[in-house]
């Protein structure tokens, strides 16, 4: 299957939950990036995975934790969610330069 | 401090006209790329661009890499409504190795 899947694609929580997000690297790729991107914004890095090992990391909270699986697959984990993380999060796979990106999540925080 | 600029945030034009956008920064990149996101969907990669003073084209769409490779533009000629949309550029090799990052974006609406 070609292409970046991310599941869910849109989601509601309350303020405190945690939240699990989803991705499914394009084949072949063994590398995933984590992006938030907010209304009216360009995404911002959250963190990056190399072959099931975090190799990255932006100006996220610890809250922000993520794996990626042998088979390249990804979750992206937020604890104690806040209004403000509210936005759209994007997966990206790649194998050399540029990147895939999914559909992406958009959570809203109430 | 935000080490992209994406230049002019918001551009509403005539089907037919030509336009430019621009991405500066300070910093030195490995290799920039350019985006075309739309609504409720994730970024789709245009070009990437390596060497400084490198030009592409992709049909309508030019992409010129700075000799310096600190900036880069995108012109499109002829401008289509089919070419609305929100126009990212992405750099790699500033901070950590190959990890990306993104301006904010230039939003264009091209009305028929």
């Not at chain 1, 991107?37 to 995404?43: S, V």
């Amino acid at each position: 299957e070609t292409g970046v899947t991310q599941s869910p694609t849109h989601l509601i929580k309350t303020r405190g939950q945690q939240v699990t997000l989803r991705c499914s690297s394009q084949s072949g790729h063994n590398t995933v990036s984590w992006y938030q991107q907010a209304l009216g914004q360009g995404p911002q890095f959250i963190f990056q995975y190399y072959r099931e090992e975090e190799n990255g990391r932006g100006n996220f909270p610890p809250r922000f934790s993520g794996l990626q699986f042998p088979n390249y697959s990804s979750e992206l984990n937020v604890n104690a969610l806040e209004l403000d993380d509210s936005a759209l999060y994007l997966c990206a796979s790649s194998l050399d330069f540029g990147y895939t990106f999914g559909s992406g999540t958009r959570l809203t925080v109430v | 401090t935000q080490l992209l600029e994406q230049s002019p945030q918001f551009l509403s034009i005539q089907e037919g006209e030509n336009l430019t956008v621009y991405c500066n920064s300070s910093s030195v990149f490995s290799s920039l790329q350019w985006y075309r996101q739309e609504p409720g969907e994730g970024p789709v990669l245009l070009v990437t661009v390596v060497t400084g003073g490198e030009v592409k084209k992709l049909k309508r769409l030019t992409f010129q890499f700075g000799d310096a490779r600190k900036d880069s533009s995108l012109h499109i000629t002829a401008a289509q409504p089919g070419d609305t949309g929100l126009y990212l550029c992405a750099g790699a090799g500033i901070i950590r190795d190959d990890k990306i990052i993104f301006g904010k974006g230039t939003r264009l609406h091209i009305l028929p």
